[in-house]
Every structure is written in structure tokens, then in C-alpha cells.
């Protein structure tokens, strides 16, 4: 078994923005000599998200109009205090900050309407995910 650290930057250009970055990840997996194994995409940000699920625009806004029922944005939160984003973190805090799933023949290993996807929840700013690549 080997492992490789690799990081992807993402710009985003929106407060919330749902980043399809499957094609990304898996340029970034050709690069490693592997063929099967398991490969981890996280976020070190504490205001975005890492989540695999369908790339459809209505349901991507479905997505975006739920957070915002669940935890709006102007909510008189004790974290706005400090820096006006506690949203952004207990949204990012319910999707996660990182997935993993398997790879096989060079190919991640993704049902068909699924897509990885990163979650900006506070932007629009420049980002970096670490991957890690462990496999054969
Ligand atoms: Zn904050």
C-alpha cells in the first residue's frame, strides 16, 4: 500500500456556492500510481463542506434553501459577535468537512447520479482541500 498527500485550490465567487469538483479530483487521482484503493477529500476550513450527491441545479438550490431554513443566516447567533459567520459554521458542521469513498481502475468509484461536491458556506474567498490517496 502507498499514500499520497495531494491539495486542489478551489476560488469560489459566491457567499454559498454547491463546487462541482469530481473532474478535479479525479485528474488529481491519475496523478498517483495507483489503481484501487480508498481516497479522503477534506476540507480544512471551517465554513465549507465536503458531500457527494446528485449534480441537478434545481436540487442543488433545494439544497441551498434548506440551510437557510435550518440555520438562516441572520439569527442573532453568540459567534456573530466575533466575526459575523456562525451560519456558515453550524452549516458546515451538519454536511461535514470531508468524505471518503473507494477508487478502481484509475476511476472513482461513484454511483451514477453521484458527484463530489464542495460546499462553500462563507465566500467568496480561495480555499485548499487535502487529499489523501491510499491504495494499491
Ligand atoms: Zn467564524
Known amino acids: 500500500m502507498q499514500v499520497f498527500s ?3 485550490d478551489i476560488n469560489t465567487s459566491k457567499r ?3 463546487v462541482d469538483i469530481t473532474e478535479d479530483v479525479e485528474k488529481i487521482l491519475k496523478t498517483v500510481s ?10 480544512r476550513h471551517s465554513t ?3 458531500i457527494i450527491n446528485e449534480h441537478e ?11 437557510e431554513a435550518l440555520v438562516p443566516e441572520n439569527e442573532g447567533y453568540g ?5 459575523n459567520n456562525a451560519d456558515a459554521h453550524v452549516r458546515a458542521i451538519l454536511l461535514g ?3 471518503s469513498l473507494p477508487f478502481e481502475n484509475v476511476k ?22 487535502k487529499i489523501t490517496i491510499m491504495g494499491d
Not at 441545479?57 to 440551510?67: P, R, V
Not at 468509484?109 to 474567498?125: M, Y
Open 48 to 50: 465549507s463542506a465536503i
Open 34 to 43: 495507483l489503481s484501487h484503493g480508498i481516497i479522503n477529500i477534506f476540507s
Open 97 to 99: 468537512s470531508s468524505q
Open 16 to 18: 454559498v456556492e454547491m
Open 57 to 67: 441545479t434545481n436540487l442543488l438550490q433545494d439544497l441551498e434553501d434548506t440551510l
Open 6 to 8: 495531494k491539495s486542489l
Open 108 to 129: 472513482l468509484d461513484l454511483g451514477t447520479w453521484q458527484s463530489l461536491f464542495f460546499v462553500e458556506l462563507d465566500g467568496p474567498r480561495a480555499r485548499k482541500i
Open 79 to 83: 459567534h456573530n459577535t466575533i466575526d
